[in-house]
């Protein structure tokens, strides 16, 4: 839900500003389709880059704590999952259980030692 708001508001922005944009480039017929290429250079700068040496435009300000938010929100609902799939994982049954009356195991050496081991 988060990424779906988050794009909506990203594009509802691209959109707000490219028709600003286009409004006033269509009244200053001297600067033409520069203003406009250069509203689309500088919203690329700040989405592909967000975190570079543009720490002071406004768009900033915007796209990248909501990329941040996303990105945690993304992360928390994924550990979540892993953490729901362990925890079904360790109530699963044992196949092989100890009897009631068996003592517990005692390792004094730590040396694994096979006497005849033959594998086919």
Known sequence: MLNLVQNFI?????????????????QRPDHGSRDFV??????????????????????LKLYGPLNQLGYIYRSVNQSLVDTERLLALLNEPTEVNDKPDAPDLLVSDGKIEFGVLILA
């Open 10 to 26: 990203i594009t509802l922005g691209l959109l707000i500003g490219s028709l600003i944009v286009a409004a006033r480039s269509t």
């Open 38 to 59: 250069l509203f689309i250079t500088y919203l690329t700068q700040v989405i592909v880059l967000p975190f570079s040496d543009y720490s002071d435009i406004d768009l």
